[in-house]
């Protein structure tokens, strides 16, 4: 019980000021994944000024990249290729949703066209 609140406690913590999709974010992910989120935020915190900006890119992005690997890894099992797959899927999303297709993609050195 106490865990879970401590958990929840942190999750406010770090959506504090972001809107409530933020916070469903890192539930949806691994108890793990969501702890490194949580724990990257408040210490990211501490040291600079973060912005809701800054809150809201990070918690995305992460909590996209950790519901890619759909609970199958932690970021402690992943490696330089899972990122950058993620990251090719996220420009690859970006020409899609912006009708963008006759835009080169540089993968692994070759061009594509998509």
């Given at each position: ?55 809201r890119n990070y918690n995305n992005v992460l909590t996209k990249l950790?519901?890619l690997y759909n609970k199958k890894k932690s970021f402690e099992q ?37």
């Open positions: 019980m106490l865990c879970r609140f401590l958990f929840a406690r942190k999750v406010n913590l770090i959506t504090e000021g972001l809107e409530p999709l933020y916070t469903k974010g890192l539930v949806n992910i691994s108890n793990e994944n969501a702890q490194a989120v949580i724990d990257f935020i408040l210490n990211t915190k501490i040291e600079v000024n973060l912005s809701n900006n800054h809150k950790s519901k992943m490696n330089r290729e899972d990122i950058l797959l993620f990251h090719i899927l996220n420009i690859i999303l970006y020409y899609q949703n912006n009708n963008l297709t006759k835009h080169c993609i540089m993968i692994k050195y070759k061009h594509c066209h998509i």
